[in-house]
């Protein structure tokens, strides 16, 4: 079992930034993908970011790509979403997960995810 639990969520004014980490305990993949993706309001959970642990590889939503940067620690198993220039429609609960290997956008793909942070970017 992997556990995932993120933190960093927050109010923040639009433009600001905020970043967000997700700390993975239990078992741990040496090549796993991790990603973020987020709900709002009524509406469907979407894909955010998604980074394999190497760094070698990453994937970006359109909406923030130039915005959002995704890290991560190997040495403290924890992954990151930097969010700067920060948009009121970028609020929702956000969601980090993982897989195996392989950069997906598929929900579905992803077998661990943690509790969620709550973003609010007020305008």
């Known amino acids: 079992q992997v556990q995932l639990v993120e933190s960093g969520g927050g109010l923040v004014q639009a433009g600001g930034s905020l970043r967000l980490s997700c700390a993975a305990s239990?078992?741990?993949?040496?090549?796993?993908?991790m990603a973020w993706f987020r709900q709002a309001p009524g509406k469907e959970r979407e894909f955010v970011a998604a980074?394999?642990?190497?760094?070698?590889?990453?994937d970006y939503a359109d909406s923030v790509k130039g915005r959002f940067t995704i890290s991560r620690d190997n040495a403290k198993n924890t992954a990151y979403l930097q969010m700067n220039s920060l948009k009121p429609e970028d609020t929702a609960v956000y969601y980090c997960?993982?897989?195996?290997?392989?950069?997906?956008?598929?929900?579905?793909?992803?077998?661990?995810w943690g509790q969620g942070t709550q973003v609010t970017v007020s305008s």
């Open positions: 239990g078992r741990t993949f040496s090549s796993s993908v």
């Open positions: 980074g394999t642990w190497s760094g070698e590889e990453t």
């Open positions: 997960a993982a897989r195996p290997s392989g950069l997906r956008r598929e929900i579905q793909r992803y077998g661990y």
